[in-house]
């Protein structure tokens, strides 16, 4: 009996309820558990992210024979897909860069051709997308820099920065505020939530 570690991909093929194999992942010694099982809408394709080249890529099966269709061919590993936007015909997905030291959101056109990086600060960018996969909350720090918080849009393009810390006075807001302008060029407006937690250091914060 073959015990080597397998992942398994069925669905029901017949009134019966009897299942049919799509594809098998196989390994003598180890073969990783993910989530990375995403339909299409046209119920033909499905997206995959198997380990079989040695390191996790994206590849497009067909529901019907099990064929793939690779999608990308990172040098490093892909972490996982991020968000499908089927109506723009793109999937966003993270990979390793430098040796596993830095992390990047890509997007990629499921026709196929070269994907497209879209974050450039060296360090871990990571990405939760809304539903239609238009725009993403973007987080990113490296060992220099602590987590900062914006939300972009599907290109990488900047809409709006967020600052979470809670112990924020009115001078650095006003510190922050002027950086930012320093760095972007142009604010357009700057929103504060829960105002009362804000505290002054003098009266020349009011």
């Known amino acids: 009996e073959d015990l ?6 069925t669905v029901e093929g017949d009134a019966q309820g009897k299942l049919r194999l799509i594809l098998e ?9 993910h989530d990375d099982l995403f339909p299409l809408k046209d119920g033909k ?12 890529q994206l590849v497009l099966v067909d529901r019907a024979s099990g064929a793939r269709t690779p999608l990308t061919n990172e040098p490093e590993r892909v972490d996982g ?15 390793r860069r430098d040796r596993g030291r830095q992390r990047h959101l890509f997007s990629q056109s499921l026709a196929g051709g070269t994907p497209v990086q879209l974050t450039s600060e060296p360090g871990f960018h990571g990405a939760v997308f809304d539903e239609g996969g238009s725009f993403f909350l973007h987080t990113w720090s ?9 939300v972009r849009d599907q290109s990488g393009a900047r809409v709006q920065v967020i600052d979470d810390n809670p ?40």
């Open 4 to 9: 080597s570690p397998q992942l398994t991909v």
């Open 25 to 33: 992942e196989k390994d003598p010694q180890w073969v990783e558990l």
């Open 45 to 56: 394709r499905f997206l995959w992210s198997p380990e079989v080249s040695g390191r996790r």
């Open 81 to 95: 897909i991020n968000a499908i936007n089927e109506d723009k015909g793109l999937v966003f997905y993270t990979a």
């Open 142 to 150: 490296d060992f220099h820099v602590p987590p900062r918080v914006d």
């Open 167 to 206: 112990a924020v006075t009115v001078m650095e807001i006003r510190a922050k505020t002027r950086r930012l302008k320093s760095r972007l060029g142009k604010l357009g407006l700057i929103v504060v939530d829960y105002l009362q937690l804000m505290t002054g250091r003098s009266s020349a914060d009011n």
